[in-house]
C-alpha cells in the first residue's frame, strides 16, 4: 500500500519568515495530495491539494508544489502568522474504481509561529 | 452546504455499553469515510463507503460496525468496546475521482 513520509516533525518559524514542509510517497499510482491543517479538538481542515497532473499550484500565501518523478511534494507557507501555528497533515490519495478512493497521511508535523 | 456534521462532538461510555456515532453531509458526495485519530497521530482509515456500499474495510475489529441508511447520512455503530478504543473518531466525505475529501470535526469517544 501507500506510504507517505513527511518531514520534518516539528518546526519553529519567526513571524515573517516562510515555512516549507515536505512530504514523500510510494505508490506512483497516487494522483491526488491534499494538505490538511488541523487545531486542537478540530477534524483535518483541507487547506491546498493538488493533482497529479500539475507540478505547482498557489492560493495566498499558501503553494504545494509536486515532483511526480521523484514521488516528492511540498507545502510553502509565506509570511507566517502566529495563526498558521497548529498540525499540518500531507497526504496522498489512489484513485480505485467508481467513487472509491483511500486517503493516507503523512505523520503530520506540528508547526509553531514565534510572534 | 459544505460541511461533513458529526454528532455527538463528545462521548463517555462504558465499556459493556452500545452506541452509535451520526455523519452527515449534503454535498452530494458519493463517497464517505470513518477515520480513527489518537492523540499527536494521523488519522488512519477504517471504513469506505462508495455509493452506499461498504467498498474497504481496514481489518477493523467487528466490534465497530458501520452502516450507510442512504447517500446523505453514515453511521458507526459501538459495541463492546475497550479503553484503547479511545479516540478521535472523524467523518469524511468526497468527491468522485478520490479527491475534495472534507471532514467533520469528529467525536471525541472515552471508554470507560
Known amino acids: 500500500g501507500e506510504n507517505v513520509e513527511q518531514h520534518p516533525s516539528t518546526l519553529s518559524v519567526q513571524e515573517g519568515d516562510s515555512a516549507v514542509i515536505k512530504c514523500t510517497y510510494s505508490?506512483?499510482?497516487?494522483?491526488?495530495f491534499p494538505w490538511y491543517k488541523q487545531e486542537l479538538g478540530k477534524g483535518p481542515q483541507l487547506i491546498i491539494d493538488i493533482r497529479s497532473n500539475v507540478g505547482e499550484k498557489k492560493d495566498q500565501r499558501i503553494a504545494v508544489t509536486l515532483n511526480k518523478t521523484a514521488k516528492h511534494f511540498s507545502l510553502h507557507i509565506t509570511e507566517t502568522q502566529p495563526e498558521d501555528s497548529a498540525v499540518y497533515f500531507c497526504?496522498?490519495?489512489?484513485?480505485?474504481?467508481?467513487?472509491?478512493?483511500?486517503?493516507?497521511f503523512g505523520k503530520g508535523i506540528t508547526l509553531s509561529v514565534r510572534p | 452546504d459544505t460541511e461533513v456534521t458529526q454528532t455527538p462532538k463528545h462521548l463517555v461510555m462504558g465499556m459493556t455499553n452500545k452506541k452509535s456515532l451520526k455523519c452527515e453531509q449534503h454535498?452530494?458526495?458519493?463517497?464517505m469515510y470513518w477515520y480513527k485519530q489518537k492523540a499527536k497521530k494521523p488519522p488512519e482509515l477504517m471504513f469506505v463507503?462508495?455509493?452506499?456500499?461498504?467498498?474497504i474495510n481496514e481489518s477493523v475489529p467487528s466490534r465497530f460496525s458501520p452502516e450507510c441508511p442512504n447517500s446523505s447520512l453514515l453511521n458507526l455503530h459501538l459495541h463492546a468496546l475497550q479503553p484503547e478504543d479511545s479516540a478521535l473518531y472523524l467523518c469524511?466525505?468526497?468527491?468522485?475521482?478520490?479527491?475534495?475529501?472534507?471532514f467533520g470535526s469528529g467525536t471525541r469517544l472515552t471508554v470507560v
Open positions: 469524511a466525505s468526497s468527491q468522485g475521482g478520490g479527491s475534495g475529501y472534507t
Open positions: 463507503y462508495s455509493y452506499e456500499k461498504l467498498s
Open positions: 454535498m452530494g458526495h458519493r463517497a
Open positions: 505508490d506512483s499510482a497516487s494522483n491526488y
Open positions: 497526504a496522498a490519495s489512489i484513485l480505485y474504481t467508481g467513487a472509491n478512493s483511500k486517503l493516507t
